[in-house]
C-alpha cells in the first residue's frame, strides 16, 4: 500500500483566505496522481490467475506484477529524491508522468511475462518520484496553515482511497480483459500531464521562481527541507547511479531467487546463485554508501530506534496485508471458483476502513499516542491471520476469511498514520526528509519480499503433491502470520521508550 509522506507542522494563517482556480486545479493535478500511484499497487492482485492463464505463467512468474512495482517504488527511491533535487520538482514530475503512461500501455500489450513485469518495475519507479514530490509542491505552492493542511488532507484521502479503487476497478476490467487492468490509467495520466504543464510551479533550479498563485520557498532552507533535500549542493553532487543499481540489482535477485527455489530445487545454482548475488550486492551498495562523501541514504539514520521500529513495523503490516491478498486470490479463483469481481467484493472489508477514515487518523494520535496505536494496530492483523490458520476446512467467508479481513482493516485504521507519524515526528526537521525515504523504502521491501516468499510457498505446496485447498495454502498463511508476529513483536518493544519517556 502506498504510504502518506509526513511532513512538519506549519504555523496558522489567515482562516478566510481563499484558493485560486489555479490552486485548485494543481490540487485535481497532484491528487489524482496519487490516487493512481496508490491503486497501482492493488490493481494486479485480482488480475494475477488471468494473467497467468493468458501468457501461460506460472505463479513464481505472475507474482512478478505485484513484487516488481514494490522493488521500482522501493528500490529506487532514494535515487528519485536524488533525481528531483538536482533536476526539480517540475521536470521531473512531469517526465514521471509520460514515462508512467508509457509503461501502462507497454504493460497491456505485453505477449510475455517478463516485458510486463519490467513495465511494472518502470511504474513503481515513476511513482517513487511523484508521490513524495506531490507532497514537496503542496508544501511550497499552497500557502501555510489552514489552506495547506487541507491540500495535505485531501492528497492523503486520495492516497488512501487508491487502493479500494484499484481493487474495485481491477475486479471489474478483469472481467472483461486483464490488459484493460494496465491500461485504463494511461490516458488518465495523460490528461494529469497536459494540465500539470501549465498548473505544476517551476522550483528555483528549474529557473521558474514564483508562479503567482502560492509562496515557493525554494530558496530557503525550510523550503529545501520540505522537498527532502536538506542544505544545497546541487552543483557538487551526483545522481549515485552504481549505489542504486547496486541496491536494485539485490533485490531483484534476492526476489528472483526465491522464486527460483519450488522450480529448480534449494540447491540448484539457478536458485543458490541469484540469492548469493543479491547478498553481495547488497555488501557492495551497503560498502558504496558508507565511503560516498554525499550517500543517496543516510545511514546513521538506521541506529534511530523508533524510526527502525516504525519501519520493520510497516513493513510487516504491509508485506502481511499483500501476502494475505495475494494467497486469498489464489484461493478464491483457483479453489473457491470467485470472479474476479467477487474476489474484490471479498477483499473490501479490509480495504475500505482505511480510506473512510483516513481524515481523522491525527485525532487518534492526539488522543491515544502513536506507540499504543502501532501496538493494537499490529494485534489485530495478527489476531486474524491466526483466526483464518485455526478455521477449518474449507474456510468459508462468513465464519473465517470475512472476520480476518475485518480486524485487518481495523489494524490500518489504527497504526497506518501513527507508523507514519512516529518514524519520523521527534527528529529534527533537517533529517525528516531522509528519514522518510528510508521508511517509505523499508515498506515497500516488505512487500515484494513477503510475496515472493509466499509465491514460493505456494507453487511449492502445489508441486509437492495434491492437496485439498486449505492444505495448499496453509504453508502460505503460517508465513503471513510469521510476518504479522514479527510486528506485533516490534510494536511491543516500543511501548518500553513510551514508558520511560512518560516517568
Keep these: ?3 502518506s509522506f509526513t511532513s512538519p507542522p506549519t504555523a496558522p494563517a489567515p482562516a478566510h483566505a481563499l484558493w485560486s482556480p489555479r490552486l485548485w486545479g494543481l490540487l485535481v493535478v497532484l491528487a489524482g496522481n496519487m490516487l493512481i500511484d496508490a491503486l497501482e499497487v492493488s490493481v494486479a492482485l485480482v488480475a494475477l490467475p488471468a494473467i497467468g492463464t493468458d501468457l501461460g505463467a506460472p505463479l513464481t512468474t505472475t507474482q512478478w506484477t505485484v513484487t516488481g512495482f514494490a522493488i521500482g517504488f522501493g528500490g529506487l527511491m532514494l535515487l528519485g529524491a536524488r533525481a528531483v533535487a538536482l533536476l526539480g520538482r517540475r521536470r521531473v514530475y512531469l517526465a514521471a508522468l509520460l514515462c508512467f503512461a508509457a509503461a501502462s500501455l507497454a504493460g497491456a500489450l505485453a505477449e510475455g511475462p517478463w516485458l510486463l513485469a519490467a513495465t511494472r518495475v518502470v511504474k513503481g519507479f515513476c511513482a517513487a518520484l511523484t508521490a513524495p514530490t506531490g507532497l514537496a509542491i503542496i ?45 485504463f490509467p494511461a490516458p488518465v495520466v495523460l490528461v494529469l500531464f497536459v494540465l500539470g504543464l501549465r498548473l505544476i510551479p517551476r522550483s528555483v533550479n528549474e529557473g521558474g521562481g514564483r508562479q503567482g498563485h502560492g509562496p515557493v520557498r525554494g530558496r530557503t532552507g525550510e523550503g529545501r527541507r520540505a522537498a527532502g533535500r536538506g542544505p544545497s549542493r546541487e552543483g557538487s553532487r551526483s545522481f549515485g547511479l552504481a549505489s542504486a543499481a547496486a541496491f536494485l540489482g539485490a533485490l531483484l535477485a534476492l526476489v528472483g531467487g526465491t522464486v527460483s527455489v519450488p522450480v529448480h530445487g534449494v540447491a540448484d545454482l539457478r536458485s543458490t546463485g541469484p540469492l548469493a548475488l543479491g547478498a553481495l550486492l547488497l555488501v557492495l551498495y551497503v560498502a558504496r554508501e558508507r565511503a560516498a562523501a554525499d550517500p543517496l541514504a543516510r545511514l546513521p539514520l538506521l541506529r534511530d530506534g523508533a524510526m527502525v521500529r516504525s519501519a520493520i513495523g510497516a513493513a510487516c503490516l504491509n508485506g502481511s496485508y499483500l501476502g494475505l491478498l495475494f494467497v486469498l486470490t489464489h484461493h478464491f479463483q483457483t479453489f473457491a471458483d470467485r470472479s474476479p469481481w467477487q474476489t474484490a467484493l471479498a477483499f473490501l472489508p479490509a480495504a475500505l476502513p482505511l480510506a473512510v477514515t483516513a481524515l481523522f487518523s491525527g485525532r487518534l494520535i492526539a488522543r491515544f499516542g502513536a506507540p499504543g496505536l502501532i501496538a493494537a494496530g499490529a494485534l489485530l492483523p495478527f489476531a486474524g491471520y491466526l483466526l483464518l490458520l485455526r478455521t477449518p476446512e474449507p474456510p468459508t467467508y462468513a465464519t473465517g476469511i470475512l472476520p480476518t479481513m475485518l480486524l485487518v482493516g481495523a489494524g490500518f485504521v489504527l497504526s497506518f498514520a501513527a507508523l507514519n507519524s512516529r518514524a519520523t515526528a521527534h527528529l529534527a526537521p533537517e533529517e525528516r526528509g531522509a528519514a522518510g525515504a528510508l521508511y517509505q523504502t523499508a515498506v515497500q521491501l516488505g512487500a515484494a519480499l513477503t510475496v515472493a516468499l509466499v509465491a514460493a510457498l505456494l507453487a511449492g505446496s502445489a508441486a509437492a503433491g495434491p492437496h485439498t485447498a486449505s492444505g495448499t495454502v496453509r504453508p502460505a498463511l503460517i508465513l503471513v502470520a510469521a510476518v504479522g508476529g514479527l510486528g506485533l513483536l516490534t510494536a511491543l518493544t516500543g511501548l518500553g521508550p513510551r514508558r520511560r519517556a512518560a516517568r
Design 139 to 183: 508544501a511550497t505552492a499552497f500557502p501555510e496553515g489552514p489552506a495547506r493542511n487541507r491540500a495535505l488532507s485531501v492528497y492523503t484521502f486520495f492516497g488512501a482511497g487508491g487502493f479500494t479503487t484499484g481493487l474495485l476497478l481491477s475486479g471489474w476490467l478483469t472481467g472483461v480483459s486483464w490488459r484493460l487492468t494496465f491500461a
Design 1 to 3: 500500500m502506498t504510504s
